[in-house]
Every structure is written in C-alpha cells, then in structure tokens.
T-cell receptor, first 116, second 109 residues
Framework: GAGVSQSPRYKVTKRGQDVALRCDPI?????LYWYRQALGQGPEFLTY????????KSGLPNDRFSAERPEGSISTLTIQRTEQRDSAMYRC??????????????FGSGTRLTVV | GQNIDQPTEMTATEGAIVQINCTYQ??????LFWYQQHAGEAPTFLSY????GLEEKGRFSSFLSRSKGYSYLLLKELQMKDSASYLC??????????FGTGTKLQVIP
C-alpha cells in the first residue's frame, strides 16, 4: 500500500482479554518494527522483523506480548491477558532496507489501546 | 544500551532560528535520526547523520559530533506549522533505533 496501515485505530478492551493489533507495511518493505508510545514520550522499541524473521524481541515487556510476521508482510502484535498498564499507542513502522538506512522509518497512524 | 537526552520544551518566535540539542550515550552507533511529530500524529522522518558534520535540507539542518555524543537540529525561518515535538533517535545495534523523549517546540507569533 501507499503507507503503513494499522488496525484497529482504537481498541478498548477489558482487563484480562487478549488483543491482536495488525500492521500492514509499505509494499516491498523488508523490515517491520513495533513501538509503543506513551503520551508525551518518544516511541519505545518492542520488536522488529526482517522479512518473516523476528530479529530482536528484547523490547517486549513480558511474555504476554508476542509478535509474528508469517509471510514477511503483514504483522500482528498480540497482547494476552491485558492489564491497565498496557494502555498506550502502539505504532508500527517499516523500512525498505534490512539495516538502519538513511531514509528512516515510515510510521503508521497507530492503534490506541485502552484497557479498562 | 542507549541513553538519549534532549530538552523537554522550547519556545521560539515565528521567523526566528531555533536549535534543539541532543546528547546520547550508546554501546554501538549506526546513525542519528531526527523525527518530527505533530500532536496526535505519527512521527515523520526529518534527517539522518552517520558522519560528523552538518547536513542541510531546506530550512532544516542537522549536525553530528560522534566523539562528543552530540547532535542538534537547526530550524530556520520558523513557521507556526513547525510547532511539534522533535524526536532524536539513535541507531545502536544493527537495526534497533532508540528514541529520546522528544522536545516540544512551540512557535509563537
């Protein structure tokens, strides 16, 4: 697609429920990243993929968080047994290169997750 | 790991020049990025520096000194639409980019 698309834009869920956040990167982009951004803060790294391979998941807060990109395109970030502290903006970004390139990332509009 | 420090807020006058500083400590270095983020929107890429010196791109310039762990973003001829947060980000490992907390710039008439 023309940009990075994320769905849903807003998600309100009850504590304890599982949620799945979807990211559709720019067509042909090799790398895909997940970040979490609290209000007034910079994005916090969660994980990234090159094609379908998860290269680094060191930023995932705990084992309730997981991500996959099975065919090297669309990615899903899953949060199990959600807690109120998981409430944040979840942003996906993609890059055409497999390394830190000089063109930066293109971010999607994000999914605003609210756990009540 | 990485530690990135930038001022929380700045105010500048329309038409003026403003410099936003960023200092960093990193265990590896693969470039320094600046992003602009308007309220309620996604960050957008502004600039990338991997070698020391100044990179100019229209009204925006970015400077890097690797030995000092220092960068700045220079905005000239400020416009009201430049009111936004400016995020300094460092590429540490192969692909992992760590963002600072951002500098909220307010441009006043």
């Amino acid at each position: 697609g023309a940009g990075v698309s994320q769905s849903p834009r807003y998600k309100v869920t009850k504590r304890g429920q599982d949620v799945a956040l979807r990211c559709d990167p720019i067509s042909g982009h090799v790398s895909l990243y997940w970040y979490r951004q609290a209000l007034g803060q910079g994005p916090e790294f969660l994980t990234y993929f090159n094609y379908e391979a998860q290269q680094d998941k060191s930023g995932l807060p705990n084992d309730r968080f997981s991500a996959e990109r099975p065919e090297g395109s669309i990615s899903t970030l899953t949060i199990q047994r959600t807690e109120q502290r998981d409430s944040a903006m979840y942003r996906c970004a993609s890059s055409p290169t497999a390394g830190v390139g000089d063109g930066g990332y293109t971010f999607g509009s994000g999914t605003r997750l609210t756990v009540v | 790991g990485q530690n990135i420090d930038q001022p929380t807020e700045m105010t500048a006058t329309e038409g003026a020049i403003v410099q936003i500083n960023c200092t960093y400590q990193t265990s590896g270095f693969n470039g320094l990025f600046w992003y602009q983020q308007h309220a309620g929107e996604a960050p957008t890429f502004l600039s990338y520096n991997v070698l020391d010196g100044l990179e100019e791109k229209g009204r925006f310039s970015s400077f890097l000194s690797r030995s000092k762990g220092y960068s700045y973003l220079l905005l000239k001829e400020l416009q009201m639409k430049d009111s936004a947060s400016y995020l300094c980000a460092v590429g540490g490992g192969y692909q992992k980019v760590t963002f600072g907390t951002g500098t909220k710039l307010q441009v006043i008439p």
